[in-house]
């Protein structure tokens, strides 16, 4: 049992890795979330293309926002004004759909989130294209549709009568046919054209060491500030790699458009001492992998640490983690405690594919 899940792990590591190498493939991704029962915008909408974000409205500001500087370079004041207006009825319909589903699952208060992701992905390679829409109510899948059979697919019972009504009709899921794999491709393609040169740019990650105190069984591996997103960390013992005792944390999004990454690696303190444990990161940014040595992480308790290492580092670690528990903090909220995953799917801007969402409201999407 236990070599079988090692095997598959290296599976999935080699995989991975080829993609990482690789990295020719696109996104572009539209996240709507509504929340209720919270002191939270009431309804937010991210637009991403290649994992990073373009696009951002929420009820608080009531105005759609470039993100970037070669989108806001590219799309004028009316593509904006135009944006604004979509995100305000969705964010109506948003708010009739919440209550729609909070009747459907007997609930009257509380804190509940309502999630609509979908998008599209190309490969620069072979030209192959993936699209997809999902739906998700406080952290779990609530209908999805199949873009092979043109169905929807509901896994509770208190959406077969969303996925009945969309179902009965024909020219809706046609529709959402055609943007999926026509004019959310089409968008991809002019955003690429637009920002191409910053979103194939290449940094290369910052990586830390670190641990709370010297007897904590948890040591973090900390990767920050790289692009592009796909970034790999392993752990290696005495030269071999370890698949168990780690957890690996979700890519999280930096201010500066950049990315950050964690691994934790969790064995008692004497098999620190008595084995060479050492973090492997690998990324397209870097012509050898980056290898740090365990004995040389830093103790954060009392801003102390194995090597020496001066307090500023150790303050910039410690910033570092504020930041990340903020921003685990806010995807925990809006997504339910989800993270649906990976890549990750949205509304793209200036389209003509007629949407619905959980209730009876529908409305046209560009």
């Given at each position: 049992?236990?070599?079988?899940?090692?095997?598959?792990?290296?599976?999935?590591?080699?995989?991975?890795?080829?993609?990482?190498?690789?990295?020719?493939?696109?996104?572009?991704?539209?996240?709507?979330?509504?929340?209720?029962?919270?002191?939270?915008?009431?309804?937010?909408?991210?637009?991403?293309?290649?994992?990073?974000?373009?696009?951002?409205?929420?009820?608080?500001?009531?105005?759609?926002?470039?993100?970037?500087?070669?989108?806001?370079?590219?799309?004028?004041?009316?593509?904006?004004?135009?944006?604004?207006?979509?995100?305000?009825?969705?964010?109506?319909?948003?708010k009739v759909d919440m209550e729609t589903l909070m009747g459907r699952f007997n609930q009257t208060k509380g804190v509940h989130t309502l999630q609509w992701m979908y998008g599209c992905e190309l490969n620069d390679?072979?030209?192959?294209?993936?699209?997809?829409?999902?739906?998700?109510?406080?952290?779990?899948?609530?209908?999805?549709?199949?873009?092979?059979?043109?169905?929807?697919?509901?896994?509770?019972?208190?959406?077969?009568?969303?996925?009945?009504?969309?179902?009965?009709?024909?020219?809706?899921?046609?529709?959402?046919?055609?943007?999926?794999?026509?004019?959310?491709?089409?968008?991809?393609?002019?955003?690429?054209?637009?920002?191409?040169?910053?979103?194939?740019?290449?940094?290369?990650?910052?990586?830390?060491?670190?641990?709370?105190?010297?007897?904590?069984?948890?040591?973090?591996?900390?990767?920050?500030?790289?692009?592009?997103?796909?970034?790999?960390?392993?752990?290696?013992?005495?030269?071999?790699?370890?698949?168990?005792?780690?957890?690996?944390?979700?890519?999280?999004?930096?201010?500066?458009?950049?990315?950050?990454?964690?691994?934790?690696?969790?064995?008692?303190?004497?098999?620190?001492?008595?084995?060479?444990?050492?973090?492997?990161?690998?990324?397209?940014?870097?012509?050898?992998?980056?290898?740090?040595?365990?004995?040389?992480?830093?103790?954060?308790?009392?801003?102390?640490?194995?090597?020496?290492?001066?307090?500023?580092?150790?303050?910039?670690?410690?910033?570092?983690?504020?930041?990340?528990?903020?921003?685990?903090?806010?995807?925990?909220?809006?997504?339910?405690?989800?993270?649906?995953?990976?890549?990750?799917?949205?509304?793209p801007v200036a389209q003509n594919s007629a949407q619905a969402s959980e209730g009876d409201s529908s409305s046209n999407n560009s």
């Open positions: 049992m236990c070599r079988c899940s090692a095997v598959i792990k290296t599976l999935i590591f080699l995989i991975f890795y080829l993609n990482l190498s690789s990295a020719v493939t696109h996104t572009l991704q539209y996240v709507y979330t509504g929340v209720t029962g919270i002191n939270f915008p009431e309804f937010t909408l991210v637009g991403q293309v290649d994992g990073q974000e373009i696009e951002y409205y929420d009820s608080n500001i009531k105005k759609a926002i470039p993100k970037t500087e070669w989108i806001q370079k590219h799309e004028g004041e009316d593509y904006w004004n135009n944006e604004t207006q979509k995100s305000q009825e969705w964010q109506e319909i948003f390679d072979d030209g192959t294209i993936r699209g997809y829409e999902q739906h998700g109510y406080d952290g779990e899948d609530y209908i999805s549709f199949d873009l092979e059979t043109l169905t929807w697919i509901a896994p509770t019972p208190q959406a077969v009568e969303t996925r009945d009504k969309w179902d009965s009709n024909s020219c809706y899921n046609k529709n959402k046919e055609n943007y999926l794999k026509n004019t959310c491709v089409e968008m991809l393609k002019k955003h690429l054209s637009y920002g191409r040169e910053t979103l194939e740019r290449k940094v290369r990650p910052e990586v830390s060491l670190f641990q709370k105190e010297a007897t904590s069984p948890e040591v973090v591996c900390h990767a920050t500030g790289f692009l592009p997103e796909a970034v790999m960390i392993t752990w290696q013992k005495d030269g071999e790699d370890v698949h168990e005792d780690v957890e690996l944390r979700e890519t999280l999004h930096n201010q500066d458009g950049s990315f950050q990454k964690r691994s934790i690696l969790k064995v008692p303190a004497e098999e620190l001492q008595k084995h060479n444990y050492t973090c492997v990161v690998q990324h397209s940014s870097l012509e050898k992998d980056i290898v740090l040595n365990v004995s040389y992480r830093q103790i954060l308790k009392g801003q102390r640490n194995t090597d020496g290492a001066p307090s500023a580092i150790i303050a910039a670690v410690v910033a570092a983690l504020v930041v990340l528990v903020a921003l685990i903090i806010f995807i925990a909220v809006v997504v339910g405690i989800v993270i649906w995953k990976r890549n990750s799917g949205f509304t």
